[in-house]
């Protein structure tokens, strides 16, 4: 969706969550449960009734939003997250999917009987592209609908979408196994799927790029569309999409000779959506105002494309049974930061805490840190639903421990001593029947200044445009704007590396907890650096006299994580290298 006034009508919108809708199950039985090559969905009345019916046809398209990722939390549908596999946080009671992943056991881990980031993002890729085939095969046989004026069936816009939505899928594909098979066809009951080969990662890219460029033809903005239409893609997603595309095809990962023309193509592609084309010109996106509110909004001008999510109960979510200290009525705390995270955000003044001038306290160290801090991290002593968080550990003259009410040596507390905030706002609570608004985001206009600094560094060097983009995002975080030509912390007249260490650091702060960290570590290949290190938490002992002592501490082997270079990439799933008899060369490192 693209932020305008429409937007602002959010109780009308709610009524159509095409992210979370569920089709009449006596018309379509399409199900990320049956084979996702599935050529003909399941139906009551035969699919040429369907395609020879505008209202039919319509809920036949919407379909393909039922195989989009929807949740951060998504590892055996709400325990665990890529934050847990990556160096943002661990799982407090060593969630199965997060463990394979942080041991290397990916086959393991692929093989789950749920929702996972492996096997589960494959096969819900593939079913979603089988829907998205069938539909663009079948559009121009769609009559027109009965009211021109208020069509049932807008082919335009519905090819424009299922272009997007193939792309989306080949993407989160590329993203975690490189090159894949592809389908981009309706196949006959009697053709051999299996043995279609794997294409290279350059030809799937070009594929995606392709459908984006169509799908910029067809697509229109939110005013095009109305509020009736909120959370489908639109011009800007389909220019996000781009140029996410883009830029993780200049990565190391995918850009081994560094080629400077693709780093500069990902940029033109994020300025793009910075200065908008066409329709969209008049409805540039602009930073948020408050950082603290990001998934928690109905709307703003900062969301570019985003899953549809309204207000749930708290109960049975993954807020209570994932995210929230059992101290204040959560089932299990699982979501634990690491100290290595903790320690990357900078002070107010916009200097590390490794700097001996930043004023940093290892005594008090959660003082005069940079807003980002406050608005993520939930750490001891903070004030909190009426009261203080308590993480500590107190031993009385005769030996005997005693705890806070949000720690405990049970797998059911942090292992870090800190909750995960931007999953955990404190509006959130047990008491009084809560319910929850926690928005999945596709692409928000800061990821995009993130996209474009990175690019442009890369291809041309640290110019003042780079330094604009990292100067936006942390003027809004309201970090000190200090003193030097550009300010906030940021150091004048930076080499291309330091300004490649700094956008890196940017986008660990500004993008935290938000399903980018782990595939960002993937695509720079630094694994080594930030994953196979040790992973780290606080001690922290209440005193006699009410202070606190703060000790960083290495966690237990249970908390530690290994890397290899395979795991730059994830192992094809072992049941389609089975089904396909030799037709799918495995990913190097995991025969």
Same mark, same amino acid.
């Given at each position: ?51 020879? !019916? ?53 086959? !393991? ?74 389908? !981009? ?19 799937? %890219? ?71 084309? !066409? ?104 004030? +909190? ?132 960290? +782990?595939?960002?570590?993937?695509? +720079? ?38 890397? %290899? ?27």
């Amino acid at each position: 969706m693209i932020a305008s006034s429409p937007l602002k009508k959010y109780k009308q919108m709610k009524n159509y969550k095409i992210f979370t809708v569920i089709l009449l199950l006596t018309l379509f039985s399409v199900s990320c449960k049956k084979d996702y090559l599935e050529r003909t969905p399941g139906v009551a009345i035969s699919e040429d009734d369907i395609f020879a !019916d505008p209202a039919l046809a319509a809920r036949f398209a919407d379909n393909a939003y039922n195989y989009v990722i929807t949740k951060y939390v998504r590892f055996n549908d709400h325990r665990g997250c890529t934050a847990q596999a990556s160096d943002e946080a661990v799982s407090g009671n060593s969630e199965g999917s997060v463990t394979s992943l942080n041991r290397g056991l990916y086959h !393991d881990h692929s093989n789950g009987p749920s929702l996972n980031d492996i096997y589960g993002v494959w096969k819900l890729m593939y079913a979603g592209i089988a829907v998205e085939n069938k539909m663009l095969a079948r559009i121009g046989e769609v009559p027109p609908s009965p009211n021109a004026s208020v069509p049932i069936f807008d082919a335009k816009r519905v090819e424009g979408e299922m272009r997007f939505l193939r792309a989306l899928s080949y993407f989160e594909l590329t993203k975690r196994f490189g090159g894949v098979p592809i389908i !981009d066809k309706v196949y006959a009951v009697t053709d051999d799927l299996n043995s279609i080969p794997r294409s290279s990662f350059a030809q799937v %890219t070009d594929f995606i790029l392709k459908d984006i460029e169509v799908a910029l033809t067809k697509l229109g903005t939110d005013a095009d569309y109305g509020a009736s239409n909120y959370g489908r893609p639109t011009l800007g997603a389909a220019l996000a999409l781009k140029a996410r595309v883009l830029l993780y095809a200049a990565s190391p990962l995918n850009n081994p000779n560094n080629d400077k023309t693709k780093w500069q193509a990902a940029a033109t592609a994020a300025a793009e959506v910075m200065k908008g084309v !066409d329709g969209l010109a008049k409805q540039a996106y602009s930073l948020q105002d408050n950082y603290g509110e990001l998934l928690n909004l109905p709307n703003s001008p900062e969301y570019i494309m985003m899953r549809i999510k309204g207000p749930t109960p708290l109960a049975g979510e993954m807020m209570q049974d994932f995210s929230m200290s059992p101290g204040s009525g959560g089932a299990q705390g699982q979501m634990n930061p690491t100290q290595n995270h903790v320690d990357m955000y900078e002070m107010a003044n916009g200097k590390a805490i490794t700097d001996p001038t930043s004023g940093y306290d290892p005594k008090n160290p959660y003082l005069n840190r940079e807003p980002r801090f406050y608005n993520n991290i939930i750490y001891n002593d903070l004030a +909190w639903q009426g009261r203080k968080i308590e993480m500590w550990t107190s031993t009385d003259a005769g030996g005997k421990v005693s705890y806070g009410k949000d720690y405990s040596t049970t797998i059911t507390y942090t292992a870090t001593r800190y909750y995960c905030k931007k999953y955990w706002p404190e509006v959130y609570r047990t008491v009084g029947g809560s319910t929850t608004l926690l928005n999945y985001l596709y692409f928000r206009y800061g990821e995009v200044l993130l996209n474009y600094a990175e690019a442009q560094n890369e291809a041309t060097g640290p110019d003042a445009s780079v330094y604009a983009q990292l100067v936006a995002l942390r003027k809004r975080a309201k970090i000190t704007p200090g003193t030097g030509t550009y300010g906030y912390g940021l150091k004048d007249n930076m080499t291309q590396d330091e300004m490649r260490i700094a956008i890196r650091h940017e986008r660990a702060i500004e993008l935290a907890f938000e399903d980018h960290r +782990w595939y960002d570590i993937m695509r +720079w290949k630094i694994g080594a650096q930030t994953i196979a290190v040790p992973m780290k938490g606080m001690d922290v002992v209440k005193n006699t006299n009410g202070s606190f002592t703060y000790t960083p501490i290495v966690l237990g082997p249970t908390f530690q994580k290994s890397w %290899t270079e395979a795991q730059n990439l994830y192992p094809i799933p072992r049941a389609e290298i089975y089904k396909s008899k030799g037709a799918l060369i495995q990913n190097p490192g995991w025969e």
